[in-house]
């Protein structure tokens, strides 16, 4: 038996082009993880942005009507279209008057019924103006629900002292970065 001389040569890719389409696969799958960082990046200052604004609406309604928005017991007169007063005792409990009586006052843009409409945040979660106790701290403040615990520590880091149980920003967790849902952080004022 003879055999016959082989004419057409098997080729396989060199190392040199393995490497050169594994560099590639690298550089896109960096650029696509690094867009995402850009996206959260914007979110958690879209969401330190609203509450900022929402700080400062807050206290711009107690400077000109010398009481607090969903606490106010002239709340139908100083926002008029609103469903309803607070009780005047300086806690923010009447949490959905709040962004109504901001709303109608002019101080924030939006159309709160009183009863069932919440703020949202730029990760989805809702957002009160309330008295509430987070992180040990009680007080009036801006609750923000369901961040990430990775944007949630952005905020307290860029806002506060990056404790999750320390200063004006509280959280109900720990920031773990692993991905998990802080239930409530709270920008307090």
Do not use: C, W
């Not at 867009?35 to 959260?40: F, H, M, P, T």
């Not at 959280?171 to 998990?180: C, K, L, P, V």
């Amino acid at each position: 038996m003879r055999l016959r001389p082989h004419t057409a040569r098997q080729r396989g890719f060199t190392l040199v082009e393995i490497a050169i389409v594994l560099v590639i696969i690298g550089l896109l799958l960096g650029g696509v993880l690094k867009g995402q960082g850009l996206i959260d990046s914007a979110r958690v200052k879209n969401i330190i942005q609203q509450s900022t604004s929402l700080t400062a609406a807050v206290n711009a309604y107690q400077d000109k009507f010398r009481a607090l928005p969903g606490d106010d017991v002239q709340g139908t007169v100083h926002a008029p279209g609103a469903t309803g007063n607070g009780n005047g005792d300086g806690q923010i409990a009447e949490y959905l008057l709040a962004p109504q009586h901001l709303a109608l006052a002019g101080f924030i843009t939006g159309s709160y019924n009183g009863t069932t409409d919440f703020m949202t945040s730029a990760q989805g979660g809702a957002v009160y103006i309330y008295n509430d106790v987070v992180g040990g701290r009680g007080g009036n403040g801006v609750r923000l629900d369901n961040l990430p615990d990775s944007f949630a520590e952005q905020l307290d880091s860029k806002l506060d002292d990056g404790k999750y149980n320390t200063g004006s920003v509280r959280a109900t967790g720990a920031y773990t970065n692993n991905g998990s849902v802080i239930q409530r952080t709270a920008v307090f004022f």
